[in-house]
């Protein structure tokens, strides 16, 4: 299903909501596997959905990529301003979206460590292991995108919000999985 110029369509609003769920999942997972001792099975436990989670927002992030190239998005509203820098931040969040995956994936895989997806499956480590290489991508992991993300959070959910209470316009319900927009 297509967007229309007033509204994002279904299968673009549940990837959003879908993808939103998954990245607050992976924040909270890493928090709760800090509560357990090294060794401790939850521990790890916690650090596998981390992982499964991440490898989700990995593939349905590009496919959310690949749905919004081939089907349209609505008509932005706001101020000549107010779309590019919405256009911008939007941008950021994709690549965030893949960038974040990628780079902890490939923290791991330079690490020489395997990577367990989905308590079902270990993807190897491919690559020779470069303790260096490791820490500059947990480096960009943990730290500059990590960050970079909770910055764009809080432009998108404000954004969203100024166009709501005080814009009054339809951005925010155009995107929210229940109801019209006017």
Known sequence: MASTPNSWSKALKTLHWLIAFFILFAWASVELHELYEK?????????????SVGFAVLFLGLF??????????????????????????QSLMYIIMIGMPLSGL?????????????????????????????????????????????????????GALWHHLVSKDNTLRQMLPFGKTQ
């Open 64 to 89: 959310r990529l690949y749905w919004r190239a081939t089907h349209g998005r609505p008509t932005l509203y706001g101020s000549s301003m107010q779309k590019p820098v919405s256009l911008l931040i």
């Open 106 to 158: 490939l923290m791991r895989q330079f690490a020489g460590r395997d990577t367990t997806l989905f308590w079902l499956f270990d993807l190897p480590a491919l690559f020779s292991k470069n303790i260096e290489l490791a820490k500059q991508f947990a480096f960009i992991h943990k730290e500059f995108l990590w960050n970079a993300l909770l910055i764009l959070l809080v432009l998108h959910i404000g």
């Open 39 to 51: 060794g401790d099975p939850m521990r790890g436990w916690w650090m596998v959905g981390h992982f």
